[in-house]
């Protein structure tokens, strides 16, 4: 009898030693395949400034691919320039031509780029850039959605394809209740 219940204590022991051991290595599994994801699939940030109001608002979080860094036109990229976190739209990608007017037009190719949710023209900022500009290879030339204000390849020039941190995916509002 003293046997047999040993032996039942036994067999509970080495059961639950096989579900701490399964536990663990679950969870192991877990941490890296996140540290994995979060470190080479995808990007979480948040919007530190107006230039892509009403599209992002200052405070929103941002989850963007790391995968995919080769943009098309009218996706909003994530970028490091100068060393600061940067969110635009491309709007010309290599081998386009952009031109923008003292009448705030934005043309690319030679054709006029109408934007359904750009509520202010774009003018373009003489200082720092001569138009018309055209892309060579890995290079972009990003807007934000606020023209006015926006600090863009207007005021920096083209975005290099070895800037890009990725492409935007998903929007987290913050919103002030």
Do not use: H
Not at 13 to 33: A, D, E, Q
Not at 40 to 53: A, L, N, P, Q, R
């Amino acid at each position: 009898m003293f046997k047999q219940k040993l032996k039942q204590i036994r067999q509970e022991l080495s059961k639950s030693k096989n579900g701490i051991r399964r536990l663990v290595r679950n969870c192991f599994i877990i941490v890296v395949s996140l540290w994995v994801m979060f470190s080479f699939i995808i990007g979480v940030d948040t919007v530190g400034s107006y230039d892509m109001t009403p599209a992002l608002n200052l405070g929103d979080r941002i989850v963007y691919s790391r995968v995919n860094k080769v943009p098309v036109a009218r996706d909003v990229i994530v970028f490091k320039k100068d060393g600061n976190l940067c969110i635009s739209r491309v709007i010309a990608v290599p081998g386009d031509t952009v031109e923008i007017t003292e009448d705030g037009a934005v043309k690319v190719n030679g054709n006029l780029i109408v934007e359904e949710k750009i509520y202010s023209l774009t003018y373009p900022y003489s200082d720092n850039i001569s138009y018309p500009v055209t892309l060579s290879s890995g290079e972009y030339f990003v807007l934000g959605d606020n023209r006015r204000t926006g600090v863009d390849s207007r005021y920096y020039g083209t975005v290099k394809s070895d800037e890009i941190l990725g492409t935007l995916i998903l929007v987290l509002r913050q919103y002030n209740f």
